[in-house]
């Protein structure tokens, strides 16, 4: 059968086959072989009630096209990258690393800016300009609910996790994303119980004092990864060139630069440093990329 790894607690995981959640481990070979199991990984299982490691083993590992180590999640289809304007303060170089993070590892990147009601609508118009043409943004306000839809609409049945600065909003906006849900069944409830020793209650679940990384599934098919404090992604270790390809706003007018190897910064005769000049290509990226350029030529020396 084929699942997907839900939950993972000392060794035991949790398989969702769209239907229903088993306990179980992993086969003895692929302990043995230190293969790791990512949440997320869709695996081939076996139902086997006359274990004593629980309902399901676990064989191997059959998709994991994408993955991120810190937290160990894999085959991610979307990242929300939250960030509020104030309370906290944006700081543009953070959010765009983590979304130059999601390029590198083949994830899209969905942003979402929040506490649209603290920075008021002039700002927020504002900070989402500088991404709304070029990947899907929302705002939202995590106190009324607005915006909440939109975003629900843009994460629809894909498999989604929430990251972005401490403090601003990310549970806030994963409780509101499950309201409304009727929760996993009482047999999954019972098993979850019994595996952790946790009391989870549909009302227990909007506190999200998560530790351990877990999907719930939405009714919409959506499968939401729940990650405790995911701030940050590490810079992808790479050259600079590949840096400038995270960027995917560079692309087009890149093609009218003098040299093809341009790199935008310090050559005559570039169409990206033209677009920013003319405001096409926002200043708060450009810096973000050269500042980014200047982190991974250290590691290099
Ligand atoms: N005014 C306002 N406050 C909000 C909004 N969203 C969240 N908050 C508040 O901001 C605080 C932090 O929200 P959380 O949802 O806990 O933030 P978080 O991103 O999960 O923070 P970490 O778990 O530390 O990473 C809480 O006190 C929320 O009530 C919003 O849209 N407007
Ligand atoms: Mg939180
Ligand atoms: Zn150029």
């Not at 790791?36 to 998709?63: A, Q, S, T």
């Not at 994830?107 to 603290?118: E, G, R, T």
Request: charged share 25%.
């Amino acid at each position: 059968m084929t699942g997907t790894v839900v939950k993972g607690i000392g060794g035991f995981y949790f398989v969702y086959d769209g239907n229903s959640v088993v306990m179980g481990k992993a086969r003895g070979n692929l302990k043995r072989n230190k293969e790791l199991i990512y949440v997320g990984d869709i695996v081939d299982f076996d139902i086997d009630e006359n274990d004593k490691d629980g309902d399901c083993v676990i064989h191997r590992v059959i998709e994991r096209k994408n993955y991120l180590t810190r937290p160990p999640v894999s085959n991610l289809d979307i990242l929300v990258v939250v960030f509020s304007i104030v309370q906290p303060d944006v700081n543009y170089p953070v959010v765009d690393k983590l979304i130059a993070g999601c390029e590198h590892a083949g994830i899209a990147p969905v942003i979402c800016i929040s506490k649209a009601d603290l920075a008021g609508e002039e700002a927020t118009a504002k900070a989402l300009s500088v991404y709304s043409s070029i990947y899907p943004s929302v705002s939202v306000n995590g106190m009324t609910g607005d915006g909440i839809d939109g975003l629900r609409q843009l994460i629809a049945g894909k498999k989604v996790a929430l990251a972005g600065p401490s403090g601003v909003g990310k549970s806030t906006i994963t409780n509101l994303l499950h309201e409304g849900e009727s929760g996993i069944s009482q047999a999954e409830e019972e098993l979850l119980k019994a595996a952790t020793g946790r009391i989870s209650s549909k009302t227990g679940r909007g506190r999200h004092t998560t530790r351990h990384v877990e999907i719930f599934p939405l009714s919409d098919g959506t499968m939401l990864y729940d990650t405790p404090g995911f701030t940050s992604l590490d810079m992808p270790q790479v050259e600079p060139v590949a840096v400038r390809d995270l960027f995917p706003e560079f692309r087009n007018p890149g093609r009218e630069c003098r040299y093809s190897d341009c790199m935008h910064i310090n050559e005559p005769e570039c169409a990206v440093k033209e677009a920013l000049t003319r405001g096409e290509i926002s200043i708060s990226r450009y810096e973000s990329y050269k500042a980014m350029t200047e982190e991974v030529k250290k590691w290099q020396k």
